[in-house]
């Protein structure tokens, strides 16, 4: 039935390779910086140990987010895709990154393909007349899903989309579920953009 809309898999390119798995270092180390702050909270260790800790954490960190820079100026059209991705309220160099990463490896028909890739979309549990409990599919990458529930947050604290966020908050929806609303939104966005 979809023989015509088959392409062959094509492995990434080199940058882009080197670019997903820089990217998902990093939040991997993010994640780890977290959890070890939070392990050692409540801890007898003197305050100028884990100061120098976490600025060797920010130092890393940074040293990575200037290579994700480095390996998206050497190819113009991720540059320029990048550059039209962070235009989005609410998407910054990380998820615009994540984003320019994903889209140029990764050809989607649509945005709902989109979307579905990033298990943002919600899933029926209904059987005859029942009408179950809808809940996100999280079949795609959970780096993914957060970084858009991130711009998501920051979004709907801009001036731009905040009387959005508002508006599907006023129909009823938890802070969650409007923000992984919104974040559907703004992935879609970002497909058309892209």
């Not at 005859?128 to 780096?143: I, W």
């Amino acid at each position: 039935e979809h023989y015509q809309s088959l392409y062959p898999w094509q492995p990434g390119t080199e940058i882009q390779q080197q670019l997903h798995a820089l990217l998902t270092r990093r939040a991997q180390v993010s994640a780890h910086q977290a959890a070890i702050k939070q392990t050692l909270k409540d801890a007898p260790v003197p305050e100028e140990h884990l100061t120098q800790l976490m600025r060797s954490f920010k130092d890393l960190i940074a040293a990575m987010d200037r290579q994700v820079i480095d390996l998206i100026a050497k190819d113009e059209v991720i540059q320029q895709g990048c550059e039209r991705l962070q235009t989005i309220t609410g998407i910054g160099p990380q998820t615009g990154a994540l984003l320019t990463e994903l889209l140029s490896r990764l050809h989607f028909a649509n945005s709902d393909a989109l979307v579905a890739y990033s298990g943002l979309d919600p899933r029926a549990n209904d059987s005859g007349t029942k009408k179950g409990r809808r809940r996100l599919s999280k079949r795609g990458p959970a780096l993914l899903r957060r970084q858009m529930y991130l711009a998501a947050f920051a979004a709907s604290h801009s001036k731009a989309l905040k009387p959005l966020y508002t508006h599907i908050r006023a129909k009823g929806f938890s802070t969650t579920e409007s923000m992984v609303i919104l974040a559907r939104k703004l992935l879609r966005v970002a497909f058309a953009i892209w």
